[in-house]
């Protein structure tokens, strides 16, 4: 605590938000007094936090009890001093510190997508390897909207105009929304967030952020903090952030492409590339691991019955687990680049998977291919939205988990406990959602059928 207490000292904070990541990606902790905050070192929040859905609803409790104590006790919440961020919208000095859970033994909590992402982090260190990541976050400004039946419409920008038609990569367009995009760049410096470039996308109001590449724990850190602080900075001007994979009908879908590459711990150097500049059989074996086991993890990527939508052909986005060299058909894309900077982009995650989540299942579909050493398929020329030789993915939810509950490999590698609770929260989340009767049925069935 020595490094927390004296970084809240000299920033003179006085609250703390101490948080953790739910499985839907939602923070979830407690406020306290910063002074109250470093005397309790620590705070506890019952474990049934982690089996809550996004609708508020809990997974049933026999489900529930037959894969926790029946007591539903408290977790342990231990500060991490490497995640504490200022928070610039807030009326006092605030800051928010990411927490790790652990049992009352010590053990850590398997459900805390945190700890998911570690424990794969600590696979690649026990076999002398590090990952490096950077995520490419997509995501739309709307217009505020208070009735979930009306369709969502693009912001007015400064011009006093809504976008009428696709502005892919228009700086006039991306330009329309600076004060805003002030606040943003201005906090996520304040808060340490390492952003590089930003772009207006494909869609009317559609935004992309890319992030530096670095350490896979501390960028899935950031982008948890920044979706919150995207928001913020949107609400402060009268606009709607939204990172749902497909908010608006006939837009193209919001993603979270992963860009990926494995160092040797000891050289510093990526595997990927040889002494010749050569693609090395880990690279290949790498991508091979993605193909065989991205389908049974999809609802790591694909986490909401609205993620399904973005699954398009000829909408910039995965309909298969093809792999190409420059290709932005194929789910799995080598991007052009210098020999030393050999990457994979993962393009299947939606901008509304948990990152830490989303991370930790593509970093472990990798390193099982290239333990397992597995083979790629053959990489594809031109459109692989045409091509009929690709593994497809689910396209639905439900398939999806159903799919992942047959996944012998997820559970031995994550526990029985993180892929039961997972599965039982997004079946209770379809549930709901299932009840819901939608502007489409009532239009084309009501005096149809």
């Known amino acids: 605590m020595k490094k927390l207490t004296a970084w809240l000292k000299e920033h003179e904070i ?3 938000e101490c948080v953790v990541s739910d499985f839907t990606g939602c923070a979830r902790g407690k406020i306290m007094p910063a002074a109250k905050f470093i005397q309790e070192r620590g705070i506890r929040l019952p474990e049934s936090v982690f089996v809550q859905g996004v609708t508020g609803d809990y997974i049933s409790d026999d489900v529930y009890y037959s894969l926790a104590s029946p007591a539903d006790g408290d977790i342990l919440l231990k500060p991490d001093e490497n995640a504490i961020y200022p928070i610039p919208w807030a009326l006092d000095p605030t800051a928010m510190v990411i927490h790790d859970c652990f049992d009352k033994t010590g053990k850590p909590v398997e459900r805390s997508p945190r700890n998911v992402l570690r424990k794969v982090l600590e696979m690649y260190d026990e076999r002398g390897l590090k990952a490096i990541v950077a995520p490419e976050l997509e995501f739309y400004l709307t217009k505020p909207c208070s009735n979930p039946d009306f369709p969502l419409e693009p912001p007015l920008g400064r011009s006093g105009r809504q976008e009428v038609g696709g502005r892919a990569y228009s700086i006039d367009a991306a330009n329309e929304f600076d004060p805003m995009f002030e606040d943003v760049y201005a906090w996520c410096e304040a808060q340490g967030l390492d952003i590089d470039t930003l772009i207006h996308e494909e869609g009317r109001g559609q935004m992309e952020i890319n992030f530096r590449h670095g350490d896979p724990l501390a960028l899935a850190d950031q982008v948890f903090v920044f979706k919150r602080t995207v928001r913020e900075a949107a609400l402060k001007h009268n606009i709607t952030a939204t ?3 497909k908010p608006i009908s006939n837009e193209p879908g919001s993603s979270m492409h992963i860009h990926q590459s494995i160092l040797d711990n000891k050289t510093g150097k990526n595997i990927f590339n040889d002494t010749e500049n050569n693609a090395t059989d880990d690279f290949y074996h790498f991508i091979g691991g993605l193909q065989r086991y991205i389908a049974e993890f999809t609802p790591l ?16 986005a995965p309909i298969n687990l093809a792999w190409g060299i420059d290709n932005r058909t194929a789910s799995l894309r080598i991007p052009d680049s210098n020999p030393e900077a050999r990457r994979v982009e993962n393009r299947l995650a939606g901008a509304d998977a948990n990152v830490y989540l989303a991370l930790a299942g593509s970093l472990l579909a990798g390193l099982l291919g290239m333990e397992q050493k597995c083979k790629p398929t053959e990489s594809v020329k031109g459109s692989a939205y045409d091509s009929d030789k690709q ?11 159903e799919l992942m509950s047959q996944s012998a490999v997820l559970r031995e590698q994550l526990g029985d406990v993180f892929v039961e609770s997972y599965i039982e929260v997004k079946k209770a ?10 502007s489409w049925e009532r239009q ?3 005096t149809t059928v």
């Open 14 to 16: 006085d609250e703390v």
């Open 243 to 245: 990172f749902m994979a």
């Open 301 to 316: 990527f694909a986490p909401n019955v609205n993620s399904y939508r973005r699954f398009l052909a000829d909408t910039s």
């Open 391 to 401: 593994t497809e993915l689910p396209q639905n939810l439900e398939a999806a988990l």
């Open 429 to 438: 989340e379809y549930q709901n959602f299932k009840r819901v009767i939608s």
């Open 444 to 446: 084309h069935l009501l």
